[in-house]
């Protein structure tokens, strides 16, 4: 079965460092994996995703993320926080079945303090 | 602009009541989606269609209906409301070639259930 495992449900970090968001999956099939951002009372929109071209996948707004097979994971960085950084952020899978669906992460809210 | 929309974006009502939360895309997709979004729980599908007339159940479908009888459209219903389905419902949509799994998020509506 597929699943995503995001940890720390809130990450603080000064403006300026590195962000790290970490995401790790379970599929027993190569996945097709996506980074979401939620900003207060929007959507989700779409930072990146990985569907096996590259490891290492570049985004929005200076995000990337680095596809790890060994390790079964999908860790989000950006080298330089902003304070318009802020937002909630979803790992997810695509589940390989007939539902087509995504399944989520529990979300890492990120904060960044001046 | 290619977009999903949902409305309303903010409802309260009372137990019983029924309700409909209407989702409409512009960008042809044949595939459509809704999901529940709860604190510490990520986002879960409620339903899903892979084309009109073509619906089915999610993670979490108890208590809630939908219909496609309009490829843009994915309206989801709940007939008798309850406090438990208090929560932040997102529609999404994502087209089918190519089998990427990048859905495109509506902007939520937020349903209180007193």
């Known amino acids: 079965a597929q699943s995503v495992t995001q940890l720390g449900s809130h990450v603080s970090v000064s403006e300026g460092a590195l962000v790290l968001l970490r995401c790790n999956y379970s599929?027993?099939?190569?996945?097709?994996l996506f980074w979401y951002v939620q900003y207060p009372n929007q959507g989700l929109q779409l930072l990146l995703k990985?569907?096996?071209?590259?490891?290492l996948v570049k985004g929005i707004n200076g995000f990337e993320a680095e596809f790890k097979k060994s390790e079964t994971s999908f860790h989000l960085t950006k080298p330089s926080a902003h304070m318009s950084d802020a937002a909630e952020y979803f790992c997810?899978?695509?589940?390989?079945?007939?539902?087509?669906?995504?399944?989520f992460g529990s979300g890492t809210r990120l904060l960044v303090r001046p | 602009e290619a977009q999903v929309t949902q409305n309303p974006r903010y409802l309260i009502t009372v137990t019983g009541k029924k309700l409909t939360v209407t989702c409409s895309q512009n960008?042809?997709?044949?595939?459509m989606s809704w999901y529940r979004q709860d604190p510490g729980l990520g986002l879960r599908q409620i339903y899903y269609?892979?084309?009109?007339?073509?619906?089915d159940k999610g993670d979490v479908p108890e208590g809630y209906k939908v219909s496609r009888k309009e490829k843009r459209n994915f309206p989801l219903i709940l007939e008798s409301p309850s406090p438990n389905q208090t929560s932040l419902y997102f529609c999404?949509?994502?087209?089918?070639?190519?089998?990427?799994?990048?859905?495109?998020f509506g902007p939520g509506t937020r349903l209180t259930v007193t």
């Open positions: 990985y569907t096996s071209a590259a490891t």
């Open positions: 599929s027993s099939v190569p996945p097709y």
């Open positions: 997810a899978v695509g589940k390989m079945d007939s539902s087509y669906k995504l399944i």
């Open positions: 999404a949509s994502s087209s089918l070639a190519g089998r990427s799994y990048e859905q495109y």
């Open positions: 960008m042809n997709h044949e595939y």
């Open positions: 269609s892979m084309n009109v007339e073509v619906t």
